[in-house]
């Protein structure tokens, strides 16, 4: 298998440079910065939504940085990539590039010299969008103040470090085509489909990727990860306690607190906040497509999940010799968490309901015991105390076993102690394994 | 039966292991630095360090702090011979109604054990965690800079650097 792996990895390279060699992109004349208010203004106000969908103030904005002035390290299984600074600076900046250097980069992952971008940049989602919406998009980012700032170089070992392979990638799994609406469809599912699978480039975290970091395209928003999180299948083996509704679904991707389900956490939470900030249609448009996608619920769901949670509203079992993770959630969590407290107003999720229990492995719930949940710095929102310093892994460990037999009906977490040291977890380590092999030249 | 280390003393105590520090300590030791405040872990008045870092005592129970070291803030020194961050807070007379002044000084405390020359950044985002409702952050900040270098310096854009 391993061998198999190297033997891919080797004719990737070498047939992307061959490929490179053969068809490199020429590059895209300089412009003179376009004057700011030559924009109209309703253009650039709709750019703004649309930025705000496809969440490009995420990547392009390092932390304690300037707007889309980029620098945020972006983790890949391969290394380290940096966001570039997509404001109007000349030199360090997008200043110099013309509509259809903008357009190419979004479609074809190229910048306007013709050099290719990481897919960590979603091109392979931003090729479906609308002529319209892209020429949107360049009004907005050309109306920012430009910011001169550098990004620092990508810490990709070889042969990741030689961008013209990606010429071999994008043969291989860049599709072509804008989008195209679906006659089966009615709307807003069109719009869902638009903005779930181009703009908003759902697929990015929620698709698994294979080895070389592509989407499967057979197992569409079946589940993958970003940043150490598991990015929940919305297809499939969804997490939900309760099967989720178009309505309880456009309330939770515009950060509202969902009866059931929950607030948006880790990478979702900034997606979240961005949905919130533009008009209702894109959530509606989004949740419809989804859950539809999704497809009937399983009818015994809600009623396996109300059996749940009348089970878990028994009396926490915290007497001599009782489980130490009762203990921990009765003295640490109930406060805020358990069923009929008052302080449920401070927005604790009943456990029953926590997705972040139902998941394959327990990543997402230790980083929310470890770190909490806060809102940016200087904005107002949802509230929950890290416990890291105050729970060893140990205790966490037997936090987590307690909560996932106290509030699913699902087996316990295998590797809970693996995932709570952090050691890493499967998925990863194929990729890291490749990497290994290539690092050393050998044959494992 | 929980065996707890506070302030370098140990304490042996029947209450229910799932019963937060904060009652133990005020209830029990009778030391009453520590707060109650929210009660949610969401004001930090009642912050204590445990091996050296902060957490919130009325949010932790003692079943999981055997073993561990607790300082309060009665651990960090007498009113005759107060510690160099309380010394600092008295001098600076950063309190208003005093409230929230033990969490903070313990958070401090913890936060110059290991960084003794933190960025103004540093500490702003360190002291994040704790609400002071009179208003005296601007006192509380300089306490802290007058901790870390008598007060000479104002401020300090980087971490370790030294203040010019």
Same mark, same amino acid.
């Given at each position: 298998?391993?061998?198999?792996?190297?033997?891919?990895?080797?004719?990737?390279?070498?047939?992307?440079?061959?490929y490179?060699?053969?068809?490199?992109?020429?590059?895209?004349?300089?412009?003179?910065?376009?004057?700011?208010?030559?924009?109209?203004?309703?253009?650039?106000?709709?750019?703004?939504?649309?930025?705000?969908?496809?969440?490009?103030?995420?990547?392009?904005?390092?932390?304690?940085?300037?707007?889309?002035?980029?620098?945020?390290?972006?983790?890949?299984?391969?290394?380290?990539?940096?966001?570039?600074?997509?404001?109007?600076?000349?030199?360090?900046?997008?200043g110099?590039?013309?509509?259809?250097?903008?357009?190419?980069?979004?479609r074809?992952?190229?910048?306007?010299?013709?050099?290719?971008?990481y897919?960590?940049?979603?091109?392979?989602?931003?090729?479906?969008?609308?002529?319209?919406?892209?020429?949107?998009?360049?009004?907005?980012?050309?109306?920012?103040?430009?910011?001169?700032?550098?990004?620092?170089?990508?810490?990709?070992?070889?042969?990741?470090?030689?961008?013209?392979?990606?010429?071999?990638?994008?043969?291989?799994?860049?599709?072509?085509?804008?989008?195209?609406?679906?006659?089966?469809?009615d709307?807003?599912?069109?719009?869902?489909?638009?903005?779930?699978?181009?703009?908003?480039?759902?697929?990015?975290?929620?698709?698994?990727?294979?080895?070389?970091?592509?989407?499967?395209? @057979? =197992?569409?928003?079946?589940?993958? /990860?970003? !940043?150490?999180?598991?990015? &929940?299948?919305?297809? *499939? +083996?969804? %997490?939900? #306690?309760?099967?989720?509704?178009?309505?309880?679904?456009?309330?939770?991707?515009?950060?509202?607190?969902?009866?059931?389900?929950?607030?948006?956490?880790?990478?979702?939470?900034?997606?979240?906040?961005?949905?919130?900030?533009?008009?209702?249609?894109?959530?509606v448009?989004?949740?419809?497509?989804?859950?539809?996608l999704?497809?009937?619920?399983?009818?015994?769901?809600? @009623? =396996?999940?109300?059996?749940?949670? /009348?089970? !878990?509203?028994?009396?926490? &079992?915290?007497?001599? *010799? +009782?489980? %130490?993770? #009762?203990?921990?959630?009765?003295?640490?969590?109930?406060?805020?968490?358990?069923?009929?407290?008052?302080?449920?107003?401070?927005?604790?999720?009943?456990?029953?309901?926590s997705?972040?229990?139902?998941?394959p492995?327990?990543r997402?719930?230790?980083?929310?015991?470890?770190n909490?949940?806060?809102?940016?710095?200087?904005?107002?929102?949802?509230?929950?105390?890290?416990f @890291?310093?105050?729970?060893?892994?140990?205790?966490?460990?037997?936090?987590a076993?307690?909560?996932?037999?106290?509030?699913?009906?699902?087996?316990?977490?295998?590797?809970?102690?693996?995932t709570?040291?952090?050691?890493?977890?499967?998925?990863?380590?194929?990729?890291?394994?490749?990497?290994?092999?290539?690092?050393?030249?050998?044959?494992? | 039966?929980?065996?707890?280390?506070?302030?370098?003393?140990?304490?042996?105590?029947?209450?229910?292991?799932?019963t937060?520090?904060?009652?133990?300590?005020?209830?029990?030791?009778?030391?009453?630095?520590?707060?109650?405040?929210?009660?949610?872990?969401?004001?930090?008045?009642?912050?204590?360090?445990?091996?050296?870092?902060?957490?919130?005592?009325?949010?932790?129970?003692?079943?999981?702090?055997?073993?561990?070291?607790?300082?309060?803030?009665?651990?960090?020194?007498?009113?005759?011979?107060?510690?160099?961050?309380?010394?600092?807070?008295?001098?600076?007379?950063?309190?208003?109604?005093?409230?929230?002044?033990?969490?903070?000084?313990?958070?401090?405390e913890?936060?110059?054990?290991?960084?003794?020359?933190?960025?103004?950044?540093?500490?702003?985002?360190?002291?994040?965690p704790?609400?002071?409702?009179?208003?005296?952050?601007?006192?509380?900040?300089?306490?802290?800079?007058r901790?870390?270098?008598?007060?000479?310096?104002?401020?300090?854009a980087?971490?370790?650097?030294t203040?010019?």
């Amino acid at each position: 298998m391993r061998k198999l792996l190297v033997a891919i990895v080797i004719l990737l390279v070498l047939g992307g440079a061959a490929y490179a060699w053969a068809v490199s992109a020429p590059e895209i004349e300089a412009i003179e910065p376009p004057d700011p208010a030559s924009f109209d203004p309703e253009l650039v106000s709709r750019g703004r939504t649309l930025a705000l969908i496809g969440n490009c103030n995420e990547c392009h904005n390092a932390e304690g940085g300037e707007p889309y002035a980029g620098g945020r390290p972006v983790e890949s299984p391969y290394g380290v990539i940096y966001s570039t600074n997509i404001t109007p600076d000349p030199e360090t900046g997008i200043g110099r590039w013309s509509p259809e250097a903008f357009a190419r980069s979004m479609r074809e992952g190229l910048d306007r010299e013709g050099g290719h971008l990481y897919p960590a940049f979603p091109y392979p989602h931003y090729r479906l969008l609308r002529d319209e919406d892209i020429e949107a998009l360049y009004a907005f980012l050309m109306t920012r103040r430009p910011v001169r700032a550098e990004a620092p170089e990508s810490e990709l070992p070889f042969p990741f470090n030689i961008r013209p392979i990606l010429a071999g990638w994008n043969l291989l799994f860049l599709e072509e085509g804008r989008f195209v609406a679906d006659p089966s469809l009615d709307e807003p599912r069109n719009t869902g489909a638009y903005l779930v699978r181009g703009l908003g480039h759902c697929g990015a975290c929620h698709t698994p990727r294979n080895l070389l970091q592509a989407e499967e395209r @057979d =197992r569409f928003l079946m589940g993958g /990860e970003n !940043s150490g999180w598991h990015a &929940p299948a919305l297809v *499939g +083996a969804v %997490p939900a #306690a309760v099967p989720w509704t178009e309505e309880a679904m456009t309330g939770y991707l515009r950060r509202e607190f969902v009866e059931g389900h929950g607030i948006g956490l880790g990478p979702m939470e900034p997606v979240t906040r961005n949905l919130s900030r533009v008009p209702e249609e894109a959530a509606v448009a989004m949740a419809a497509y989804i859950t539809g996608l999704a497809g009937p619920p399983d009818p015994g769901a809600g @009623d =396996r999940a109300e059996r749940v949670a /009348e089970r !878990s509203r028994e009396p926490i &079992p915290t007497g001599l *010799g +009782a489980d %130490p993770g #009762a203990h921990i959630y009765a003295g640490a969590c109930a406060r805020c968490h358990e069923h009929g407290t008052p302080d449920r107003l401070a927005f604790g999720i009943e456990l029953a309901y926590s997705a972040s229990l139902r998941l394959p492995d327990a990543r997402n719930l230790v980083h929310v015991i470890r770190n909490g949940v806060k809102p940016p710095p200087g904005e107002a929102g949802f509230y929950m105390p890290g416990f @890291d310093g105050a729970l060893t892994d140990d205790q966490i460990v037997a936090l987590a076993a307690f909560l996932r037999a106290r509030f699913t009906d699902l087996p316990p977490w295998e590797n809970l102690e693996d995932t709570v040291a952090g050691r890493d977890l499967e998925e990863d380590e194929t990729g890291q394994a490749i990497l290994g092999l290539v690092r050393s030249g050998g044959d494992g | 039966m929980v065996t707890l280390n506070v302030n370098g003393a140990p304490f042996e105590t029947d209450t229910d292991p799932d019963t937060p520090l904060l009652y133990v300590l005020r209830n029990e030791l009778e030391l009453n630095g520590a707060k109650f405040g929210c009660g949610l872990g969401q004001c930090g008045s009642c912050a204590v360090l445990a091996d050296g870092r902060p957490i919130f005592s009325c949010l932790t129970p003692i079943s999981v702090l055997e073993g561990r070291e607790i300082t309060t803030l009665e651990g960090l020194g007498t009113i005759d011979a107060p510690g160099p961050v309380q010394a600092a807070f008295i001098e600076e007379q950063a309190a208003q109604c005093g409230y929230c002044i033990p969490g903070m000084i313990v958070r401090a405390e913890a936060l110059l054990r290991r960084n003794p020359a933190p960025s103004d950044q540093t500490i702003r985002d360190w002291m994040e965690p704790h609400l002071c409702r009179c208003g005296t952050h601007m006192r509380i900040l300089r306490a802290i800079r007058r901790a870390i270098d008598g007060g000479g310096a104002e401020t300090r854009a980087r971490d370790g650097e030294t203040p010019a």
